[in-house]
């Protein structure tokens, strides 16, 4: 997993409106990108939700959220469709980014072993340098706790 103080290397990925959506789109802006594990699911249905409830305070400060997942396009659009959200969410089925940023782990769901997304957050500064992560984040405090950390730098 990408620790602070690494810099993110840049990658392009499709959006929900099957638009390519590249890292270097938001140079000199600050970033937070989220990985979670599959759209529409309970945890990262609250975790979304509450980016987006929240949204309007990264968007105030200048900070980009991207969410990204395994999904594919077509799954993110019916997402953000049906929960109105407001930020990108970018699909990532050949796992290319996910394993750049080392979120795929080793998980047991019903005593079968299976890789899955581990969900963890990295606030990227202007530079794409890795300032914050959140390893192991928890959907319903997440985009909470990244406010606050957002809140501390910028004091």
Request: hydrophobic share 40%; aromatic share 12%; glycine share 6%.
């Amino acid at each position: 997993m990408l620790q602070v103080g690494s810099k993110a290397t840049p990658f392009t990925l499709f959006n929900q409106f099957n638009q390519s959506v590249s890292l270097e789109d938001f140079k000199g802006l600050k970033k937070v990108i989220y990985f979670y594990p599959k759209d529409d699911t309970p945890g990262c249905t609250v975790q979304a939700c509450t980016f987006g409830n929240h949204y309007e305070k990264f968007k105030q400060n200048n900070w980009i959220v991207i969410g990204i997942s395994k999904d594919s396009v077509k799954s993110h659009e019916k997402f953000v469709q049906k929960y109105n959200l407001p930020f990108i969410l970018l699909a990532d089925p050949d796992l290319e980014v996910i394993n750049q940023f080392g979120v795929l782990k080793e998980k047991t769901m019903f005593g079968k072993k299976t890789m899955g997304v581990r969900r963890s957050t990295f606030v990227l500064d202007e530079n794409d340098v890795i300032i914050k992560v959140f390893e192991d984040a928890k959907p319903d405090t997440n985009a909470l706790d990244v406010l606050n950390f957002l809140e501390e730098v910028s004091e």
